[in-house]
């Protein structure tokens, strides 16, 4: 039976633009699981829909999650001898009381995908422009920004998805099998907690894959430049 109430209907609007689509994460089913944690932890009540009280809240316990991530002990995961974006975010999440229910994987996405909706809207600003009217999910994140210094990349985010990070694993139940209830212990070998399953070699690999994507794209660019520049001289 479909759930009756859909995440993207809940997230903050002010200061913040969504793509449109019937799903806000990658998966239906991860909306749900994130929806289904908000009933859980009294935000929203189940099956009555985005009311102003329930959409309130929501934007209150997202504001204090980016707010949390700026603590000393979480943010300093971001730093050069601490790990990375991805060891960041696995912090944070352990300190959410809220996002114990779901797995790592979705978690990750939803800061990412929020983060974004906040970036698009400084891309293409619409009203209100005053940020004491925006919502405090959006200011909290302009804040964690601030405090990453340019730390918080896209870079990660995709080589994650291409060694398949987004793809949540699931028990014979349908559950994630990374749901935190269960409690998921630091690798002190890769920084990355042991529930993401992610083989470092793959990660390496996909790196490389990367650059070497790039740096093949900015050769046929330089070549193309090349080219014209002949064209132009004869």
Request: glycine share 8%.
């Amino acid at each position: 039976m479909p759930h009756k109430n859909d995440l993207e209907l809940f997230l903050p609007r002010a200061g913040m633009i969504y793509p449109p689509a019937c799903r806000f994460l990658k998966r239906k089913r991860q909306d749900v699981r994130v929806m289904i944690s908000f009933e859980k932890a009294g935000f929203a009540e189940p099956g009555k829909g985005p009311r102003r009280r329930a959409k309130r809240v929501i934007d209150e316990a997202l504001a204090e999650m980016f707010t949390l991530g700026m603590q000393p002990e979480i943010i300093s995961h971001l730093s050069a001898g601490g790990g990375g974006l991805l060891d960041f975010l696995c912090a944070l999440k352990h300190n959410v009381t809220w996002a114990k229910r779901i797995g790592e994987s979705t978690f990750i996405q939803l800061c990412e995908r929020l983060v974004k909706a906040r970036r698009a809207w400084q891309e293409n600003p619409r009203p209100p422009f005053d940020p004491n009217q925006q919502s405090k999910t959006a200011r909290s994140i302009d804040a964690l920004l601030g405090a990453t210094e340019g730390r918080w990349n896209g870079v990660e985010f995709e080589i994650y998805e291409l060694v398949g990070g987004w793809e949540e694993g699931e028990d014979e139940n349908g559950n994630d099998k990374n749901n935190s209830e269960s409690s998921t212990p630091l690798d002190s070998t890769t920084g990355l907690f042991d529930g993401m399953q992610i083989d470092m070699g793959d990660l390496t690999t996909a790196l490389e894959d990367f650059i070497n994507e790039d740096a093949i794209r900015e050769g046929v660019e330089q070549m193309d430049l090349n080219d014209r520049m002949d064209i132009d001289d004869n």
